[in-house]
Structure formats: structure tokens, C-alpha cells
Nanobody, 123 residues
């Protein structure tokens, strides 16, 4: 199983970025993909999650109304559209698979992780 996260970069406050996570080698059709982020010196925190079965979506309070998670069936890609970015959104963003499709907010139930992509929001 491999997860490839991409799309990070540097933007000014108020800007937008779109992250992508491509999953390969995972044969089950029952799972969820979550996005997490980790700022320097801080714990990894859940940002958003989508269940691929029914496309239920979940967002941390800090990103509601600004971030949108979506899944593209054709190529097993989950995207995270991030608008109105703030300096506190800075961090390494990771995508991960939860094979139980529960979308937990804690990071440890997730089974597979991508390598992370850096997002920097600064003026």
C-alpha cells in the first residue's frame, strides 16, 4: 500500500492550496482517508476525513468552512482544497488510510501513511 501526498507550497495568508493524496495497492473498497497536519513542536492533529463508501466528510472546527475534502473515483485520489489559509495552518500535511472506515480524529488507528507535504502560510 502506498499513499502519495502532493500539492504543498508557500502562500500568503488568505491564499489557497489544493493537496492531493493518491492511494495505490489497497484493494478493499471499505476505508476512509484522513488528512492530518503537524506543526513544528506540536502534536499531529486531524484536519479532515472522508469515507469512500458513502462519501461522508468530517472537518476539524479550525478548518470548517475553509477546507473541502473530496474523492475522485477514477484514480483513487482524495483532494483537500484549502482556502482562506492562515499562518496557523502551517505544517506538514499527511494523508492516511483507516481500514475500518471510522474516520477517527486520533492518528494511531490509521494503518497506512503518506510521506507528507509541507504547507507554509506566511506574509
Amino acid at each position: 500500500v502506498q499513499l502519495q501526498a502532493s500539492g504543498g507550497g508557500s502562500v500568503q495568508p488568505g491564499g489557497s492550496l489544493r493537496l492531493s493524496c493518491v492511494a495505490s495497492g489497497f484493494t478493499s473498497g471499505y476505508y476512509a482517508i484522513g488528512w492530518f497536519r503537524q506543526a513544528p513542536g506540536k502534536e499531529r492533529e486531524g484536519v479532515s476525513c472522508i469515507k469512500v463508501t458513502d462519501r461522508s466528510t468530517y472537518y476539524a472546527d479550525s478548518v470548517k468552512g475553509r477546507f473541502t475534502i473530496s474523492r475522485e473515483n477514477a484514480n483513487n485520489t482524495v483532494s483537500l482544497q484549502m482556502n482562506s489559509l492562515r499562518p496557523e495552518d502551517t505544517g506538514v500535511y499527511y494523508c492516511a488510510i483507516d481500514s475500518l472506515a471510522n474516520c477517527p480524529w486520533a492518528h494511531y488507528p490509521y494503518d497506512y501513511w503518506g510521506q507528507g507535504t509541507l504547507v507554509t502560510v506566511s506574509s
